[in-house]
């Protein structure tokens, strides 16, 4: 079977503290040992996917252009810790939007698989191998949605959460197709 192993993270909850809507770049508080997790995942060969609702945007808090400035900082902090994210998706959706034009009970937002299905086609990832971790049921929900595990990561030092993630997966035997 083709197709790149990837590891999907939520963000709020999981790289950075969630702080309730965060967007100011100066309000980028990283989880402890997470710039250190994703390092792992990058030396560990993982395309690293981060998937994330931002209903702020729907609900007029900011704009999807602040997202991407607060994206932007957090990619320049994490390569200064040699760290790389590969990907972000971002849902902006929310089927109560005071914005109108996101008001939408959207396909992307988890629990519903949509970013990571996208992901999946845009960046040839396989299913297996690949992974979720998420601070919510509706991280994990999306992630099983999408056919791949779900990891819920609830605090404390996450590349040592990410260490046993790992370590689990490389005892988990491959398909008969990978082998
Ligand atoms: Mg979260």
Same mark, same amino acid.
Not at 8 to 31: M, Q, S, T
Not at 36 to 44: M, P, V
Not at 108 to 125: E, T
């Given at each position: 079977?083709?197709?790149?192993?990837? #590891?999907?993270?939520?963000?709020?909850?999981?790289?950075?503290?969630? /702080?309730? +809507?965060?967007?100011?770049?100066?309000?980028?508080?990283?989880?402890? !040992? @997470?710039?250190? @997790?994703?390092?792992? =995942?990058?030396?560990?060969? +993982?395309?690293?996917? &981060? &998937?994330?609702?931002?209903?702020?945007?729907?609900?007029? +808090?900011? %704009?999807?252009?602040? &997202?991407?400035?607060?994206?932007?900082?957090?990619?320049?902090? =994490?390569?200064?810790?040699?760290?790389?994210?590969?990907?972000? +998706? %971002?849902?902006? /959706? /929310?089927?109560? #939007?005071? &914005? $109108?034009?996101?008001?939408?009970?959207?396909?992307?937002?988890?629990?519903?698989?949509?970013?990571? *299905?996208?992901?999946?086609?845009?960046?040839?990832?396989?299913?297996?191998?690949?992974?979720?971790?998420?601070?919510?049921?509706?991280?994990?929900?999306?992630?099983?949605?999408?056919?791949?595990? !779900? /990891? *819920?990561? %609830?605090? !404390?030092? =996450?590349?040592?959460?990410?260490? !046993?993630?790992?370590?689990?997966?490389?005892?988990?035997?491959? $398909?008969?197709?990978?082998?």
């Amino acid at each position: 079977m083709s197709g790149r192993k990837a #590891a999907f993270l939520d963000r709020d909850g999981v790289i950075n503290v969630d /702080h309730g +809507y965060v967007v100011d770049p100066a309000a980028l508080d990283f989880i402890e !040992g @997470a710039e250190a @997790a994703i390092r792992r =995942l990058n030396e560990g060969g +993982y395309v690293v996917v &981060v &998937v994330t609702n931002q209903s702020g945007v729907a609900r007029g +808090y900011f %704009t999807e252009v602040d &997202v991407g400035r607060f994206h932007d900082h957090l990619r320049e902090r =994490l390569a200064a810790a040699g760290a790389r994210i590969d990907a972000i +998706y %971002t849902a902006p /959706h /929310h089927p109560d #939007a005071t &914005v $109108p034009a996101y008001r939408a009970d959207h396909p992307d937002r988890k629990p519903r698989p949509g970013m990571i *299905l996208r992901a999946f086609a845009d960046l040839d990832i396989a299913r297996d191998g690949s992974f979720l971790v998420g601070d919510k049921k509706s991280d994990i929900a999306a992630a099983e949605a999408a056919g791949i595990p !779900g /990891h *819920l990561f %609830t605090g !404390g030092d =996450l590349d040592v959460f990410m260490a !046993g993630v790992l370590a689990a997966a490389a005892l988990d035997p491959a $398909p008969e197709g990978d082998r």
